[in-house]
């Protein structure tokens, strides 16, 4: 995909989202957020006062100036709120604009039928229906989503994953799904179309990152649930204090009952407003920071179960290991030295295109400088590899040099006269069993020793393992080898278990069983036998370069087909989830300092002894509550950068976590409200304005 940077206030985003706060304060876009709706209504009785106020009909004994000025900041504390959602939409709506480019009009060339002779004529790709066939040849965009049925091309896709390398698609394996958008660069693919208009990833896509049409995820409605019920809580204990100051008016004969602003003032000061105003933005932006790795998120739910995650399924190859065996040493046989064994080898390995056979050609080059062959000067006459003979190499005049499987060379030699070492033999037997392949080399009838082919493991992968281990997440390598392979490649990687010879069955049977113990499975795959797995993990992450049926089963796709991805898809998660437990407990926690702010000023005139709670040593009342509502308002707008961009993301513990964020968001939601506050009053008396 064409990833644009977007900067958190790039003009390009911010000018939209001032205009959608405003359009964000219609009444029916308000109520799906019940605490911000509480504000809202706050703002909507205290301009009513305010009116009545400046029309000469008295304020309740409050200023009208102090009634005018509390309608003004409750009214920027749902403009804050609606400006901090729109922003993060806006950054989804970037992203999704990038992606519409991609759907440009194309032609197609449709098949009367499903063979590859048969006649084709044009049409709009938008005609086109699920089961259609197409034919794409080299400079043809590819006109919708679909499965290569047969041929071979060369494909750009850049347009999609941002990757400038293009990639072989073809039919009958596992990456024959073909995305619409994106252009062939050489040869011919026959493509049955597998979805109709509007149905396309592409389209898909634009769907999953549009912010607006984001349901809410389970602990998001839990969350809005509690902040609901604290919101009646200090509703009810608000409207209950109007009968207790006038009371306490008429017992003592002096001072006057706290005023309705005061008392909106204090309920929109005291409901949690803060995590309530930012809470939409948090979900919306963990999806876009899904988008910006490179990951389709299919909703907020599947990004949250990311977060939750106790278990992660991952294939070895490509994900553990780099994917393709590497040389890793020479095994010569007796009377052989090393360096002639590396030399045959990389004879036999001159034409050897596969990553096996160049690791070969560079290992020799590393451990014994050798470089530089002369192939027209041998007269060499190259011999492929293929499944019949099971071994290449390469004749030079009489001289016959091969390499391949034990068995294979076995016969050969055998054939030509020769007889093959047992020293070898046990050298390949040592070899496997320590999970590694074994080559043997030949030249002519002479057997010359074993080229130890094994799974590289990538570098730093046992360190994000570690990671892992310190979040309490399981981590569990997949694979088709022996048990003795997997066991040897599962040490060295670091992971805490394995599943060798494993089967859809076998992967579908331990997914059961670690959710049947109540935990979270994440799991990466993009073959057709992954799909039943991928459906049944509660995180499920397909590779964009997988078949359909993967993509279908999953909840994400990688953009990038890269099976590390999962463990940044985790961190993700848990940073949504880690930005908005922080949040929460920043909101909460202010709630003390606006509580010795506020109740002292609404009710010093009523209760004299409510002067002690004055710690804080405000100007006046008046100052007082101008100061919590001017900061209930602005703290939000401090904290939208935070929200949309998440809580630095750290590998610990969840006890380790919960220590952390109270000390940091937990204390400090208790300090900064005294100090803004403080300060405000600070520059209200300065400016003389209390």
Request: glycine letters at 8%.
């Amino acid at each position: 995909m064409t990833r644009s940077v977007f900067k958190l206030f790039d003009p390009v985003l911010l000018q939209p989202a001032v205009l959608n706060a405003f359009r964000k304060l219609d009444p029916r876009m308000q109520w799906r957020n019940p605490v911000m709706f509480v504000v809202y209504v706050g703002s909507w009785l205290t301009t009513g006062l305010a009116i009545h106020a400046l029309s000469g009909g008295g304020s309740g004994g409050e200023s009208s100036g102090f009634v005018v000025t509390v309608a003004l900041w409750l009214w920027f504390t749902v403009l804050f709120a609606n400006f901090a959602e729109a922003l993060a939409e806006g950054r989804s709506k970037a992203q999704a604009a990038s992606l519409r480019s991609l759907k440009k009009q194309t032609w197609a060339k449709k098949l009367e039928s499903a063979d590859v002779g048969a006649k084709w004529h044009p049409i709009e790709s938008s005609e086109l229906r699920k089961g259609d066939h197409v034919m794409v040849q080299a400079g043809d965009v590819i006109p919708a989503d679909g499965e290569v049925i047969d041929g071979v091309a060369s494909v750009d896709e850049s347009a999609i994953t941002g990757e400038s390398a293009p990639v072989i698609r073809e039919s009958g394996g596992d990456f024959s799904a073909v995305t619409g958008g994106t252009r062939v660069l050489s040869d011919w693919i026959m493509v049955r179309v597998s979805v109709n208009p509007g149905e396309t990833f592409v389209d898909r896509m634009i769907a999953m990152v549009e912010g607006a049409k984001r349901q809410k995820t389970p602990n998001e409605i839990a969350l809005t649930i509690l902040l609901v019920a604290l919101t009646i809580v200090f509703l009810v204990v608000t409207c209950s204090l109007w009968p207790f100051s006038a009371f306490g008016v008429m017992a003592s004969g002096a001072g006057e009952p706290v005023s309705v602003t005061v008392l909106v003032a204090l309920l929109v000061c005291l409901i949690p407003t803060t995590i309530a105003g930012l809470l939409s933005a948090i979900g919306v932006a963990g999806m876009s920071r899904m988008m910006q790795a490179n990951v389709i998120a299919t909703s907020g739910r599947a990004v949250e179960a990311a977060g939750d995650v106790d278990v992660l399924l991952m294939d070895k190859t490509g994900t553990i290991t780099l994917g393709n065996r590497q040389a890793s040493e020479f095994l010569p046989a007796p009377g052989v030295s090393k360096a002639m064994l590396a030399d045959v080898a990389q004879l036999a390995s001159l034409a050897d295109e596969t990553p096996e056979g160049r690791s070969i050609v560079v290992l020799a080059k590393q451990q014994f400088d050798l470089r530089g062959r002369d192939l027209q000067a041998l007269n060499a006459n190259f011999v492929h590899f293929s499944a019949q003979t099971r071994m290449s190499g390469v004749d030079l005049g009489e001289r016959q040099i091969r390499k391949g499987a034990a068995e294979a060379i076995r016969k050969h030699v055998i054939a030509l006269g020769g007889h093959f070492p047992s020293a070898v033999d046990a050298e390949v037997e040592r070899v496997a069993h320590q999970g590694s392949t074994p080559l043997v080399v030949s030249d002519g009838a002479h057997v010359l020793g074993v080229v130890e082919l094994k799974d590289i493991v990538k570098g730093g992968i046992k360190e994000r393992f570690a990671e892992l281990r310190r979040m309490g997440i399981q981590t569990v390598m997949i694979t088709g080898d022996n048990r003795l392979t997997a066991a040897a490649i599962a040490a060295e990687a670091g992971v805490d278990d394995f599943l060798a010879e494993a089967t859809p069955e076998m992967k579908l049977a331990l997914i059961r069983k670690h959710q049947a113990e109540g935990r979270l499975v994440a799991m990466t795959g993009d073959g057709t036998n992954d799909a039943p797995a991928l459906a049944q993990a509660d995180v499920a992450v397909a590779m964009n370069s997988g078949t359909q049926a993967a993509k279908e089963a999953s909840n994400m796709v990688d953009l990038d087909s890269n099976p590390t991805k999962l463990i940044e898809v985790v961190e993700t998660g848990k940073q949504m989830l880690m930005t908005r437990g922080s949040l929460t407990t920043f909101s909460v926690a202010n709630d003390i300092a606006k509580y010795f702010a506020i109740v002292p000023a609404a009710f010093v005139s009523t209760y004299p002894q409510l002067a002690a709670l004055n710690v804080m040593h405000l100007t006046s009342p008046t100052s007082a509550v101008l100061s919590a509502v001017i900061f209930n308002a602005l703290i939000i707008m401090f904290l939208i950068p935070l929200a949309i961009k998440g809580v630095p993301y750290r590998a610990l513990g969840a006890a380790t976590l919960l220590r952390r964020n109270l000390l940091i968001y937990g204390l400090g939601g208790v300090l900064v409200p005294f100090i803004g506050i403080k300060l405000i009053d600070l520059g209200l008396s300065f400016m003389g304005l209390v």
